[in-house]
């Protein structure tokens, strides 16, 4: 089987750079946003990675993906719009 991985911040890579028959999707966003004794500004702040990589998750459709749960992430106002992001 080929196996290729790429290791990249979310925030310098273009989607064409990318092979278009990915099978899995990896990614840890930053936790700043989302930290429960930071600001909590979640996916209004610049640091978020979250929303770029359900971006990455759209235009690749790989089979699966796995998003690092980041303490904060799926508590409170910030669940609803995960939800929408994974929709």
Do not use: M, Y
Request: charged share 25%; aromatic share 12%.
């Amino acid at each position: 089987s080929n196996i290729e991985a790429r290791v990249a911040d979310v925030f310098e890579l273009d989607f064409t750079e990318l092979p278009s028959d990915a099978d899995f999707l990896i990614g840890g966003a930053p936790c700043q946003p989302f930290s429960l004794s930071g600001k909590r500004k979640g996916f209004d702040d610049p640091r978020d990675g979250v929303a770029r990589f359900f971006a990455f998750a759209a235009a690749l459709s790989p089979e699966a993906f796995l998003l690092e749960n980041v303490p904060g992430l799926i508590h409170g106002k910030f669940l609803e719009k995960l939800c929408v992001h994974i929709a």
